[in-house]
């Protein structure tokens, strides 16, 4: 079974950074696609960034655009998410997804249902 153990959460002032890991075991897992969602407290999960791996494109949610970075290694399915310029609003636990179909050229992954491997997730605290 594959498993996707994130990485790199906790405390921070806001106008600060962190990096975010994430990295597959178990079984071989050959993703097409991994990314980052985040769940706010009595909120729902929402999509964050993903990168796909044929052709390195990289997508992000509005909120986060010019602020966060998605970067990753494919050959070991390790996906790390940069994240500068925090603010309380980014508060949140951050899961990390694995998706192991392919949808074609030029799709973008970013819903929930793209993904079948998820992690159990990294706390993310912001402070003002």
């Known amino acids: 079974q594959v498993q996707l153990v994130e990485s790199g959460g906790g405390l921070v002032q806001a106008g600060g950074s962190l990096r975010l890991s994430c990295a597959a075991s178990?079984?071989?897992?050959?993703?097409?696609?991994m990314a980052w969602f985040r769940q706010a407290p009595g909120k729902e999960r929402e999509f964050v960034a993903s990168?796909?791996?044929?052709?390195?494109?990289?997508y992000y949610a509005d909120s986060v655009k010019g602020r966060f970075t998605i970067s990753g290694d494919n050959a070991k399915n390790t996906v790390y998410l940069q994240m500068n310029s925090l603010n309380p609003e980014d508060t949140a636990v951050y899961y990390c997804?694995?998706?192991?179909?392919?949808?074609?050229?030029?799709?973008?992954?970013?819903?929930?249902?793209?993904?079948?491997?998820w992690g159990q997730g990294t706390q993310v605290t912001v402070s003002s």
């Open positions: 990168i796909s791996w044929s052709g390195g494109s990289t």
């Open positions: 178990g079984r071989t897992f050959s993703a097409y696609a």
């Open positions: 997804a694995g998706s192991a179909r392919y949808y074609g050229a030029g799709y973008i992954y970013n819903m929930e249902a793209d993904f079948r491997s």
